[in-house]
T-cell receptor, first 119, second 115 residues
């Protein structure tokens, strides 16, 4: 199936630093990318939706100035956690609906996730 | 507000046993429901997708049912194997006057199949 490549898988950083997470769509163009966050023993929660060439849409309670999303190309979306703090430690995962040969109105293709630990 | 709950939170069974995972949702206005498998460090794998008009879907040893009116879905795993050990998530896709791509996930069931 279509692949969404997410990097890095793990990142440990000091408090106050910024961390960038990348999601690349392989074999298809991701015009839309969904970013989720999962705290331990909790559900995956949608943070924001990015569309190529336009501003991202953030869910209620998610700080857009802290979680910067860039979707400048049809195959790459990035999430930057700015001035990270220990409470931002979480599992972040992206997903995209398929397009082209992988177009389906049903399934989303998920990245492998990024475990962020802020010390 | 749609809420998705999964019971049990964790389950440990001996190899070969049949088992049922439960998912309930509060708002029946859904477009579809999906069951995913989540392995540590490997993201999500879609297992089964049931449209709102369907009652069940089957894939190999997996069978998922959907009762939209009661807000419930079950995932049945036959003849469980140690390789089935993972976290199983259900997610609903709301239908707010039209399908959205937004998925609302449950908290998951952590399954351990003992050899």
């Amino acid at each position: 199936g279509a692949v969404v490549s997410q990097h890095p898988s793990w990142v440990i950083c000091k408090s106050g630093t910024s961390v960038k997470i990348e999601c690349r769509s392989l074999d298809f163009q991701a015009t839309t990318m969904f970013w989720y966050r999962q705290f331990p023993k909790q559900s995956l929660m949608l943070m924001a939706t990015s569309n190529e060439g336009s501003k991202a849409t953030y869910e209620q309670g998610v700080e857009k100035d802290k979680f910067l999303i860039n979707h400048a190309s049809l195959t790459l979306s990035t999430l930057t956690v700015t001035s990270a703090h220990p409470e931002d430690s979480s599992f972040y995962i992206c997903s995209a609906p398929g397009t082209g040969n992988w177009a389906t109105n049903e399934k989303l293709f998920f990245g492998s996730g990024t475990q962020l630990s802020v010390l | 507000k749609q809420e998705v709950t999964q019971i049990p939170a964790a389950l440990s069974v001996p190899e070969g046993e049949n088992l049922v995972l439960n998912c309930s949702f509060t708002d029946s206005a859904i477009y579809n429901l999906q069951w995913f498998r989540q392995d540590p460090g490997k993201g999500l794998t879609s297992l089964l997708l049931i449209q709102s008009s369907q009652r069940e879907q089957t894939s190999g040893r997996l069978n998922a049912s959907l009762d939209k009116s009661s807000g419930r879905s079950t995932l049945y795993i036959a003849a469980s194997q140690p390789g089935d050990s993972a976290t199983y998530l259900c997610a609903v896709r709301p239908n707010y006057g039209g399908a959205t791509n937004k998925l609302i996930f449950g908290t998951g069931t952590l399954l351990a199949v003992q050899p």
